[in-house]
C-alpha cells in the first residue's frame, strides 16, 4: 500500500528525511516512532501530498506519488492527480481540526457532501453510522466545544474515515489529550486496526504498538536506525538509540 525507496526531504540545508525505505503493506499497521524532529511528521505529510520529495520513489497503492533521482528531474503528479489520489488518504493529527461553526455530525458529513456529490441524505445516514461507530451516536448534534478531546478526536477519525479512505495516517493522534481520554481513542483506532484498514501510526504509546502494529520502525535524525516485529524491537532493541528512546517513553 506504501512503498518508500530512498525517500529524502531537505528543508533548505536542513535534510530532515535521508533515503527512508519502507514498505506498508495493504492491510498492516505500521507504528512509526522516534525522538521530536525525527522526521516522522515530515514522512507523513509526503505520503499526503502536503510537501514534495527531495529524492527517491515514494507511491501510494501502486500509484507515484513522486520520484526524483539525486539532483535529478522531479517527477510529480498533477495538482488535479495529487487531489485524487489525497481523497483516498485519511489524516489524523495531534489537534482535532474539527471545524467549530459544525456539530459533529456535520463535520462528518462536509467532505463527501462537498467532494463526492453524493446526496445529502446517503451521506448522512453513513455519517450517522460512523460516529456510532466510534461510540458517538449520542452526541452527532453537538458542537466542538462541548466535546471532550477524545471526543472530538473520535469526530476526526469518523471525519476522516467518512471518504472511505484505503488509507489511513495518524500523528500523534492521542498526544494531545489528557491521560484518561487517551484509551477511548485508541480503542477506536484498534477497531479499526482489526478491520484490516491499512495504517501508519506515529505514537509513543508502546502498548498500542506492542498489541496493534505488524511493524514497529524507530527513526532518529531523519533515518530508519531499526525496524521489524514490534514486540521484537521493544523486548530487544538492537541499536544504543533505540535502547536510549524507549527507555524514555516505556
Ligand atoms: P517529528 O514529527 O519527528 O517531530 P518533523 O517531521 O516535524 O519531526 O520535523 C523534522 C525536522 O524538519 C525538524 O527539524 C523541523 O524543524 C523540520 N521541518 C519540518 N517542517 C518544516 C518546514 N515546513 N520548513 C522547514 N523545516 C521544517
Ligand atoms: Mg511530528
Redesign the pocket.
Known amino acids: 500500500m506504501v512503498l518508500a525507496d530512498g525517500v529524502s526531504k531537505s528543508?533548505?540545508s536542513?535534510e530532515?528525511l535521508k533515503s527512508i525505505s519502507l514498505e506498508v503493506k495493504r492491510g498492516e499497521v505500521m507504528c512509526l516512532v522516534?525522538?521530536?524532529?525525527?522526521?516522522?511528521?515530515?514522512?507523513l505529510r509526503l505520503i499526503n501530498h502536503l510537501?514534495i520529495l527531495s529524492a527517491g520513489r515514494l507511491s501510494v497503492d501502486g500509484d507515484l506519488v513522486g520520484y526524483r533521482e539525486h539532483g535529478g528531474k522531479l517527477y510529480e503528479l498533477k495538482p488535479k492527480e495529487a487531489a485524487m489520489q489525497r481523497r483516498d488518504i485519511g489524516m489524523v493529527f495531534q489537534r482535532f481540526n474539527l471545524f467549530p461553526h459544525m456539530t459533529a455530525l456535520e463535520n462528518v458529513m462536509e467532505a463527501p457532501i462537498r467532494v463526492k456529490g453524493q446526496s445529502k441524505a446517503e451521506v448522512r445516514k453513513r455519517a450517522l453510522d460512523l460516529l456510532a461507530r466510534v461510540g458517538l451516536a449520542e452526541r452527532a448534534d453537538y458542537y466542538p466545544a462541548h466535546l471532550s478531546g477524545g471526543q472530538q478526536q473520535r469526530v476526526a477519525i469518523a471525519r476522516a474515515l467518512a471518504m472511505d479512505p484505503k488509507l489511513m495516517l495518524f500523528?500523534e493522534p492521542t498526544s494531545a489529550l489528557d491521560p484518561e481520554l487517551v484509551g477511548e481513542v485508541l480503542d477506536v483506532m484498534k477497531e479499526l486496526a482489526t478491520s484490516g484498514m491499512t495504517m501508519i501510526v506515529?505514537t509513543h504509546e508502546m502498548g498500542f504498538a506492542r498489541e496493534v502494529a505488524d511493524s514497529l520502525v524507530f527513526?532518529d535524525g531523519?533515518v530508519v536506525v531499526e525496524s521489524g516485529d514490534p514486540r521484537d524491537v521493544l523486548s530487544n532493541p538492537q541499536h544504543e538509540r533505540t535502547k536510549a528512546f524507549l527507555s524514555k517513553v516505556l
Open positions: 528543508f533548505g536542513n530532515v522516534g525522538p521530536s524532529g525525527s522526521g516522522k511528521s515530515t514522512f510537501e500523528d506515529v527513526m531523519g
